[in-house]
């Protein structure tokens, strides 16, 4: 390991001791873009990232449309990955108590890129711009009036000029 990964380390740890975290949830992206995980005990930290995680390479596709794995493909029934956590993805998790998370790439046991990580392929095709890479998500939401029921705020289709004439006069 570089000094700047054993220094961002430390620094995790120290975070981890400082904010009571007790579980580090373990991410990784399935071939559905579908984000999965793991848990482990905040005590084994350096050593998961060190030396990963392991699970089965089926995986990948046991949570699919119809829950079956594909048959001759890399998702077999024999087969393992390994998760090895970015330590520059670490952050406390918001949404559970003394948790944290970290997203880990995923690796073959001869420790090459595992073909359905959507990961480096990620990394790959950003490195290739001259470009600053920007992103951002768009809150989709619904407005209700709490009356004696919960109602809509309105009727109209999505983006209709009735929707937005009767918008535009509510916010006036």
């Known amino acids: ?13 120290k ?8 579980f580090i949830r373990w991410l990784y992206i399935d071939v559905d873009n579908i984000v999965r995980g793991t848990v482990s005990n905040a005590k084994d930290l350096k050593e998961k990232i060190s030396g990963g995680l392991s699970i ?3 995986m990948q596709s046991a949570f699919g449309l119809f ?7 890399v998702f077999g029934f024999v087969g393992e990955v390994r998760l090895m956590p970015d330590p520059e993805t670490f952050r406390i998790a918001p949404y559970a108590e003394n948790s944290a998370l970290m997203i880990c790439d ?6 090459e890129v595992f073909r359905a990580d959507p990961r480096p392929l990620l990394k790959e095709v950003i490195s290739r711009y001259r470009h600053e ?12 009036r709490k009356n004696e029921s919960i109602e809509p705020f309105d009727r109209s289709m999505c983006y209709s000029t009735p929707g937005d004439e009767r918008r535009q006069r509510h916010y006036a």
């Open 67 to 73: 829950d079956r794995i594909t048959p001759d493909s």
């Open 56 to 58: 089965a390479a089926c």
């Open 1 to 13: 390991m570089n000094g700047d990964k054993m220094e961002k380390i430390e620094q995790i740890e």
């Open 15 to 22: 975070t981890v001791k400082e904010e009571n975290i007790e």
């Open 133 to 144: 890479l920007k992103a951002s998500f768009e809150n989709e939401f619904y407005l209700f």
């Open 106 to 111: 995923q690796y073959t046991r001869t420790g």
